[in-house]
């Protein structure tokens, strides 16, 4: 059984820096493409970074792109979301997902398998 949990929101000022992490299980991951995607109340889910397999390439929203680093550890089944100059426009549900091969990483209905969540609040 796939599972993926999310760890590290929470609450931070504007400015501050937070680090997700997401632990993948139930099977090797070290050939699929691991995202994270966000959703703030009354809002669509919406695609924040991706990064393929190798972790040789990595996608941003422009929202987040030069504050946000996405990485992961194949040895572990583990991706992180490094964000740092954080605002209060990105509060949200952070989740994180997975799916096989690298094309559509912007699309949620593309990815096989999804974490629960985790909190992460900006206060201004």
């Known amino acids: 059984q796939v599972q993926l949990v999310e760890s590290g929101g929470g609450l931070v000022q504007a400015g501050g820096s937070l680090r997700l992490s997401c632990a993948a299980s139930?099977?090797?991951?070290?050939?699929?493409?691991m995202g994270w995607f966000r959703q703030a109340p009354g809002k669509e889910r919406e695609f924040v970074a991706a990064?393929?397999?190798?972790?040789?390439?990595?996608y941003y929203a422009d929202s987040v792109k030069g504050r946000f680093t996405i990485s992961r550890d194949n040895a572990k089944n583990t991706v992180y979301l490094q964000m740092n100059s954080l605002r209060p426009e990105d509060t949200a549900v952070y989740y994180c997902?997975?799916?096989?091969?690298?094309?559509?990483?912007?699309?949620?209905?593309?990815?096989?398998?999804w974490g629960q969540g985790t909190q992460v609040t900006v206060s201004s």
């Open positions: 997902a997975v799916k096989s091969g690298t094309t559509d990483y912007r699309l949620g209905y593309r990815y096989q398998y």
């Open positions: 139930g099977r090797t991951f070290s050939r699929d493409t």
């Open positions: 990064i393929n397999w190798s972790g040789g390439s990595t």
